[in-house]
């Protein structure tokens, strides 16, 4: 297929703050100038805040990698996901994210040899669900689909069992119901003289936050029975239960235990389905593309066990993988804050000013990339582009808080995609979605496609 793939369309011309307010609700990326896509920073100022776009590779460096204790997280963040992740490793700051970070992130750093069969499993299972459908010429809702197969991925690793019909439906929903409800941009966000007197979150976004906590709960507290009876699981839950800080030798408290749960539950879940929903449908768009991972799925994945061997040869599945990332990075904007005033640039940046790093921009940045818009997994094999792919790409963050399961969400979108396209066939159904920044990248309309068996070279 020509063209290029979806990509929403950014504001014009200069906007006062409570016009921009008003688009940054509905959509942070539309809300955007197109300037952005060649400038290295941008400046937005009204009488009440400020706000820069960094997209200088030297300057997010210094942010998130050199300095990253003087460019604390946004506290806007901290009041749209705070009701749902409490103070886990995301969200926490200072001491207390060093002391969290000392005990969680060594835990999810898991080797590929321990996840590697759980991937496999939920993938098995996501292939069966395609296979049993009433009616196979109806199209898929690929992110309903990638959302049941991550959400299953991780209570395989987390809880040592896959997710029940039932349980992902409720899991799904309450999600949904969170990201319908729970803006990014607050009046408070606009008019600090607000903060504290304007509620962050509406009550029904609560709602759906305590009611998902609530699942988390009785999951993480059927863990801790186990562990009191001396049978501890081998699951990830079961050794967030078992962890010590390395400095003071104290455990996790329950309400840090379940932070730390639904934490893992979102930036795995929520995040690696918003990944893969995306990879897949650039994949229903690029046919071409598509069988050359199936004819490489095929060769590999036959080969015997699903191995750390077996994911490395998958290498046209992990560039397109990258490059499904570098054009919808499912967080497409990370919030920080100045702790202090700074220079960037030549401009003086007052303590208090919020630094928005966009990945989303970053990554179709035209100083950086050749063709920016366009999908072309090759250019992570074309030496040309060695800098960009260094400087200009970071779905995960970078630096102390980047995402401690980085590996792991790359070797599930790289393995999960070739199996998929090994058995089956994707063309794009429905209208062309825009992107859509919530809490992760979506589309709207959602992404469709309709999923059709593929003849293998075996006949079947």
């Known amino acids: 297929m020509t063209g290029l793939p979806p990509k929403p369309d950014g504001r014009g011309g200069r906007i006062g703050a409570l016009r921009f307010l008003r688009l940054l609700r509905r959509d942070i990326l539309s809300a955007q100038s197109p300037r952005l896509y060649r400038a290295k920073m941008a400046e937005f100022r009204t009488p009440f805040f400020r706000s820069y776009v960094i997209n200088d590779p030297g300057l997010i460096r210094t942010v998130l990698q050199e300095r990253p204790g003087d460019f604390p997280k946004s506290p806007h963040l901290a009041g749209a996901l705070g009701p749902l992740l409490g103070n886990g490793l995301f969200l926490s700051e200072g001491a207390d994210w060093a002391r969290q970070a000392r005990m969680v992130a060594p835990l999810l750093e898991i080797e590929p040899r321990r996840a590697l069969p759980h991937l496999h499993w939920a993938g098995q299972a996501a292939l069966a669900r395609l296979e049993a459908r009433a009616d196979r010429a109806a199209p898929v809702a690929l992110e309903g689909f990638a959302r049941h197969l991550t959400a299953d991925v991780m209570f395989r690793l987390m809880f040592s069992r896959p997710v029940a019909g039932e349980e992902a439906r409720q899991l799904l929903a309450v999600f949904d119901a969170y990201q319908a409800s729970a803006p990014l941009v607050s009046l408070a966000a606009v008019f600090p003289g607000l903060r504290g007197r304007w509620p962050a979150v509406k009550p029904a976004t609560r709602a759906a936050a305590r009611e998902l906590r609530k699942m988390v709960a009785r999951l993480v507290a059927r863990h801790r029975a186990a562990w009191v009876k001396g049978q501890p699981p081998g699951d990830l839950v079961g050794r967030f239960l078992a962890a010590t800080d390395p400095e003071t030798g104290q455990p996790m408290e329950k309400v840090e235990l379940v932070d730390q749960a639904v934490t893992l539950l979102l930036a795995g879940h929520e995040t690696s389905a918003a990944a893969l929903s995306w990879v897949l449908y650039l994949l229903a768009l690029h046919p071409a593309e598509q069988a050359a991972i199936a004819e490489e799925a095929e060769a590999a994945l036959s080969a015997g066990p699903v191995d750390h061997a077996v994911l490395s040869r998958l290498e046209r599945a992990r560039a397109v993988a990258r490059e499904g990332l570098r054009l919808y990075p499912p967080l497409p904007m990370l919030l920080r804050q100045t702790a202090q005033p700074e220079q960037f640039r030549g401009r003086a940046i007052p303590q208090g000013a919020q630094i928005v790093l966009s990945p989303w921009h970053l990554q179709r940045h035209e100083a950086h990339w050749p063709d920016p818009d366009a999908f072309r997994p090759g250019r992570w094999r074309d030496p040309a582009q060695a800098a960009a792919r260094r400087d200009a790409w970071m779905p995960f963050g970078a630096g102390p808080r980047a995402c401690p399961g980085a590996g792991l969400a790359m070797a599930e979108l ?25 809490l992760t990248l979506r589309g709207q309309p ?5 999923v059709t068996p593929r003849r293998r070279s075996d006949g079947t």
Do not use: H
């Not at 994707?426 to 919530?438: K, T």
């Not at 959602?446 to 309709?450: G, K």
């Open 446 to 450: 959602p992404l469709m496609a309709v």
């Open 414 to 438: 790289v393995l999960l995609t070739a199996m998929i396209c090994r058995d089956w066939v994707l063309r794009p159904a429905g209208p062309a979605p825009r992107p859509m920044a919530r």
